[in-house]
């Protein structure tokens, strides 16, 4: 039985789980220069490394192309990374609203669009998100058909609520870092983070317009994950 054991702990473990996600990154993701470079340039903003894996966001422009987005509201910028990779997706006639925080991210992100050729679909919007998304409500824009939430994560809910103040029906609505190495599971959590992910996930759960479901990832990124939602 022993060598059974072993085989059965080699695909246990997070190295054989990131091995697998970077023999499926290698074989299906094409990322170009720009990409490439905005990807890197992760570890020149105030949180390295926060960027989604390319492979995942391989996955958010499917979803984009799939729905036939054209209007994407992003939360959350960073170096730009998924940004470029919806603002392709939406493709010329398209547009990405992205939403950073701090004033030295978005100027890593603006010199990322520059270089991947998106920066006229784009428009980044620089503070805090909840007082920009207020904006943007109170100014009736045309609503977005797909809304991705990736920012401070203690104010999922509101971001949540936001997002459904912008968007109507057949909208996608996604979280990103729902699972946070299985921290979300712990409902006695004083982890503001874990609080705000299980409180939006309850309300869209709640939600009569919203069908869910969410999705656990494991590979270059640890152990995470991502709730989908679609507005009925
Ligand atoms: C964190 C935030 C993210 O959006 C992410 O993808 C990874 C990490 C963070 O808050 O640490
Ligand atoms: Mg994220």
Redesign the pocket.
């Known amino acids: 039985m022993e060598p059974h054991v072993a085989v059965e702990n080699r695909y246990q473990s997070l190295d054989a789980w990131h091995e697998v996600d970077s023999y499926f990154t290698e074989v299906l993701i094409d990322e170009d220069e720009a990409l490439v470079a905005a990807r890197l340039s992760g570890s020149s903003t105030t ?1 390295p ?4 894996a390319a492979n995942q966001a391989a996955f958010l422009q499917l979803l984009v192309k799939m729905s036939g987005a054209k209007r994407v509201l992003e939360f ?1 910028t ?1 170096a730009g990374y998924s940004t470029i990779w919806f603002a392709r997706a939406v493709g010329s006639g398209g547009f990405v609203c992205t939403l950073e925080l701090e004033p030295e991210n978005a100027d890593v992100a603006r010199r990322n669009f520059v270089r991947a050729g998106v920066l006229e679909r784009i428009e980044l919007i620089v503070g805090p998100a909840a007082a920009s998304v207020a904006d943007l409500v109170s100014s009736k824009v045309e609503p977005f058909d797909v809304v991705f939430i ?4 203690p104010r999922n809910p509101s971001y949540l609520e936001a997002a459904l103040a912008l968007t109507g029906s057949g909208a996608l609505i996604i979280l ?2 729902v699972v946070r190495n299985g921290a979300v599971v712990d409902a006695d959590s004083d982890d503001p ?1 874990v609080i705000g992910t299980r409180t939006a996930a309850q309300m869209i759960a709640e939600h009569p317009e919203l069908e869910a479901t969410a999705l656990q990832t494991v590979g270059v ?1 640890g152990w ?1 994950g991502l709730i989908v939602a679609r507005r009925i």
């Open positions: 949180m490394n926060a960027e989604v959350g960073l990736d920012a401070d994560k990103d870092n983070r990124k995470d």
